[in-house]
Nanobody, 121 residues
Framework: QVQPVESGGGLVQAGGSLRLSCAAS????????CGWFRQAPGEERVFVGY???????YYADSVKGRFTISRDSAKRTVYLQMNSLKPEDTAVYYC???????????????WGKGTLVTVSS
């Protein structure tokens, strides 16, 4: 089992940066793809980006060029570096793991509980 746990959320001003972490206890975490999703109040959960087990990344257009996903297999941790943050990036950010990298939530098996990111204008 590779239950993810997110951390690193908080309050930041527009234009600032945050780095979210997604850690998992399972030894096979590095074999899984990891996706990031976010959900703003009253809205659906939407895709942010993913990283495959081999390190291939893919991003939603809304974050491309601002967000970067990386992984440290030795630490069993995946990171979401968020730069040039905008108020519309405010949401609860979720990390999910699964066998196949995908842009749809139902492709992922294990989900974290989320971490709140608030970007003030």
């Amino acid at each position: 089992q590779v239950q993810p746990v997110e951390s690193g959320g908080g309050l930041v001003q527009a234009g600032g940066s945050l780095r979210l972490s997604c850690a998992a206890s399972g030894r096979t975490f590095s074999n899984y793809a990891c996706g990031w999703f976010r959900q703003a109040p009253g809205e659906e959960r939407v895709f942010v980006g993913y990283i495959s087990s081999g390190g291939l990344t893919y991003y939603a257009d809304s974050v491309k060029g601002r967000f970067t996903i990386s992984r440290d297999s030795a630490k069993r941790t995946v990171y979401l570096q968020m730069n040039s943050l905008k108020p519309e990036d405010t949401a609860v950010y979720y990390c999910a793991s699964g066998w196949t990298p995908a842009t749809t939530p139902n492709s992922y098996t294990y989900w974290g509980k989320g971490t709140l990111v608030t970007v003030s204008s």
